[in-house]
T-cell receptor, first 115, second 112 residues
């Protein structure tokens, strides 16, 4: 069984460009979470989505960041007009979502570097 | 919101000794607790979890202890091995809130 798949693993962008990070959850999982990790820090929650719905985006910056989880295809985290402070590792996690609180299964992350 | 903190950012342990990593949380409504291990360049990997109706749970070489009175969580690793070198995170969630809140992490270094 494939785990949570994220791509690209590494992405380099210049200031002002757009970054798109993709996440395919584990098979059978309908809940997706995005977390951001700065160097030497813990994971900070950004957004929680179910198919076609954003459930909780309390950790998302109000501007330039957006996320979606369409009916078909992977979840996308989109960062417009990137700045150097966006450089971080972005992790996607998934869960079955049918049993309340529980383990989140993480991908290997996408590492964004903004030049 | 939930605040999760670790007592020590780093821990150096001799190979073969036991390791103890501590974590404190703030929300008395927290009902699910989990420890993850993160190796360099990789995503967090599940180690062990525990729910609030328990105070101890054991896995292979790992034990999680939960003290709800003082809102404290610990991870014990028995007979620490070089492969245990990594960053360890505790994370918690509360009833009705699916997301996990993470602590800052403890870097464990195993000395040969």
């Amino acid at each position: 069984n494939a785990g949570v798949m994220q791509n690209p693993r590494h992405l380099v962008r210049r200031r002002g460009q757009e970054a798109r990070l993709r996440c395919s959850p584990m098979k059978g999982h309908s809940h997706v979470y995005w977390y951001r990790q700065l160097p030497e820090e813990g994971l900070k929650f950004m957004v929680y989505l179910q198919k076609e719905n954003i459930i909780d985006e309390s950790g998302m910056p109000k501007e330039r960041f957006s996320a979606e989880f369409p009916k078909e295809g992977p979840s996308i985290l989109r960062i417009q007009q990137v700045v150097r402070g966006d450089s971080a590792a972005y992790f996607c996690a998934s869960s079955p979502g049918d049993s309340g609180t529980g383990e989140l299964f993480f991908g290997e992350g996408s590492r964004l570097t903004v030049l | 919101g939930e605040s999760v903190g670790l007592h020590l950012p780093t821990l150096s342990v001799q190979e073969g000794d036991n390791s103890i990593i501590n974590c404190a949380y703030s929300n008395s409504a927290s009902d699910y607790f989990i420890w993850y291990k993160q190796e360099s360049g990789k995503g967090p990997q599940f180690i062990i979890d525990i729910r609030s109706n328990m105070d101890k749970r054991q896995g292979q070489r790992v034990t999680v202890l939960l003290n709800k009175t003082v809102k404290h969580l610990s991870l014990q690793i028995a007979a620490t091995q070089p492969g245990d070198s990594a960053v360890y995170f505790c994370a918690v969630s509360s009833q009705g809130d699916y997301k996990l809140s993470f602590g800052a992490g403890t870097t464990v270094t195993v000395r040969a």
